[in-house]
């Protein structure tokens, strides 16, 4: 979806003679260690998701997220791509 909506953005501003230019950006944010039991599905959330599947029972919970964004460079737009749920980083990772 974030995808086909920049699609669209730039094909708009192509039509207006416009070059958009994007840069890709990693954040992170705090969370608060909150894990939560979710009853529809009966899995628990907040703990570490890398992207790997379902959190094993000696998860740790998640500390922060980690989300990758397109920003515009001439244009005023962030699109969230993608994020994961970690415990923090580190210089070796």
Known sequence: MAFKLLSMKVESELKRGVK???AVM?????L????QFNSSDQQFRGFVDIG???AVSDSVPARDVLVIMEVGINSHFK???G???ITGLSGLQ
Do not use: N, Q, T
């Open 52 to 54: 790997c599947g379902p």
């Open 26 to 30: 990693l954040d992170d944010m705090a």
């Open 20 to 22: 958009v230019l994007v």
């Open 32 to 35: 608060r260690k909150e894990v």
């Open 79 to 81: 699109v969230p791509i």
């Open 83 to 85: 994020y994961f749920f």
